[in-house]
């Protein structure tokens, strides 16, 4: 039992290398000031008449985004989305780790904004959860596996005699670190 609990803490730990990797290099980064960019193009909406969106949060989402892929094919833009983030008068498309719109009622009408954003910013917003919803599926998968490489790692080390008194030691500073920091 012990063998195989100790070859899938390790495989899972293997296979999932990659997005805490991601999440720390995007974390770490934007901690010390590099949080990223996107770059931005203002796109001309076309005149009321011919288009109106009325953004408001108590519209029918799937009528909202209707409206958003109406307004995009007749823009001719080659942006898809999975769904919308509307607050008050704007909304974004998202996932907003790739090229996505935000779009804003105004009084002189319509501002849409294309945003694009460069691989820091990219990262972090997938590190927020802001990525493609198969992403974010996987994101869930990753957490729960991240819970049991935990606990695996750490009855590995008490039920090992040699190992017991450094894993106890290791885990009552890293709590003790981790209440008195949440703390301050």
Excluded: C
């Excluded at 960019?37 to 288009?51: H, V």
């Excluded at 919803?133 to 998968?141: F, G, S």
Aim: hydrophobic letters at 45%; charged letters at 20%.
């Amino acid at each position: 039992m012990r063998r195989k609990i100790l070859t899938l803490h390790l495989l899972l730990a293997a296979f999932m290398a990659p997005a805490f990797i991601m999440v720390a290099v995007s974390g770490g980064l934007y901690l010390l000031g590099v949080k990223g960019a996107e770059a931005e193009t203002n796109i001309s909406a076309p005149s009321q008449e011919t288009f109106d969106i009325v953004i408001d949060e108590s519209r029918n989402p799937s009528d909202l985004e209707a409206d958003v892929r109406a307004l995009i094919n007749q823009l001719g833009l080659d942006i898809d989305f999975e769904y919308l983030r509307v607050r008050g008068t704007s909304l974004t498309t998202r996932p907003t780790s790739r090229e996505h719109l935000f779009v804003s009622n105004t009084d002189q009408g319509l501002e849409i904004l294309k945003r694009t954003p460069d691989l820091q910013s990219s990262m972090m917003e997938l590190h927020k959860g802001h990525g493609p919803t198969l992403y974010k599926t996987y994101q869930k998968w990753v957490a729960v596996g991240l819970i049991f490489v935990m606990l695996s790692g750490l009855w590995m080390g008490l039920s090992n005699k040699a190992l017991r008194q450094r894993t106890l030691v290791s885990l009552g500073l890293g709590l003790v670190t981790f209440v008195v920091l949440i703390l301050l």
